[in-house]
């Protein structure tokens, strides 16, 4: 059912205009929990699609939030890596639609477990200027801006500009050279910083809260580098069933993941 949000966002004050009415299908509650921003292009290679996805999935396990636009190749990348219950969905169009078509099952999860949010009135279609806002607001409601694809004047790029005017720091990922033309310019002009080890980047950007757990537990220090099922339960046989029952841990495709 789509509802409208009912409270000031202070994130959004960083908006050029705070929404004048913001929609929503899903929990309202992951607006309350830290954020980070995935976004890209369409059509990333398949490295960006490899990090982007490794990424997502080691911010969620850490705790963080993930924002992004719905949209096909590195959006739908990090929503889908990072779980549905671990992402906010920002859409440029009513949220009586699922735009894109293609990504229409991930939008259904999503909208069932996470959060959609809009900023459109029921009925709006994908005008080009809406994903312009789609875009800030997006940025608005992040601590950082993480873009693992660009092409030089590309959307992405927009939501680059944005961050910027926000004072909000930007990471990329390091490419070769001729790919990823918009990323390794932000690079060479030193306006984002490259991620070049993952995990002590996720480790820097983890909640205060998240970290302090895992240093006072062995068990969630060892489930959070995603075992298999078999290694932890042999390591930890009696930790094991009541973690999974408590929902501490979850088991996906035969490995350990720390709920989040």
């Known amino acids: 059912m ?26 309202l509650a992951l607006l309350q929990q830290r954020k980070v921003a995935i976004v890209g292009s369409r059509k990333p290679n398949a490295y960006a699609r490899a990090m982007t996805a490794q990424l997502a999935l080691k911010l969620a396990q850490n705790g963080l939030i993930i924002v992004s636009g719905g949209a096909i190749g590195v959006d739908a990348l990090a929503h889908k890596n990072a779980g549905a219950k671990n992402t906010i969905m920002v859409a440029a ?51 950082v801006l993480i873009v693992t694809y660009a ?35 932000l690079l060479s002009q030193n306006q984002a910083e490259a991620i070049y080890d993952m995990d002590a980047f996720v480790k ?35 930790r094991v069933f009541e973690a999974e029952l408590s929902g501490i841990i979850t088991i996906v495709n035969g490995r350990v993941r720390v709920s989040t």
Do not use: W
């Open 2 to 27: 789509i509802q409208r949000v009912e409270f000031h966002i202070d994130e959004l004050e960083s908006m050029k205009n705070y929404p004048k009415e913001i929609f929503y299908k899903g929990n």
């Open 93 to 143: 169009t009513g949220l009586d639609k699922q735009y894109p078509a293609i990504n229409k099952n991930l939008i259904t999860q999503i909208e069932q477990e996470g959060l959609v949010l809009s900023q459109f009135e029921t009925a709006t279609p994908a005008h080009k200027y809406n994903f312009v806002l789609r875009n800030e607001l997006t940025v608005a409601l992040a601590e």
């Open 151 to 185: 092409d030089e004047n590309s959307g992405t790029m927009r939501s680059v500009e944005y961050a910027q005017k926000m004072g909000k720091k930007i990471y990329v990922l390091p490419h070769r050279i001729g790919e990823s033309i918009g990323t390794n310019k």
């Open 204 to 238: 820097e950007l983890a909640p205060a809260s998240r970290v302090e757990l895992k240093k006072e537990d062995d068990f969630l220090i060892f489930c959070a580098t995603n075992p298999t099922y078999e290694e932890t339960l042999k390591k930890f046989p009696t």
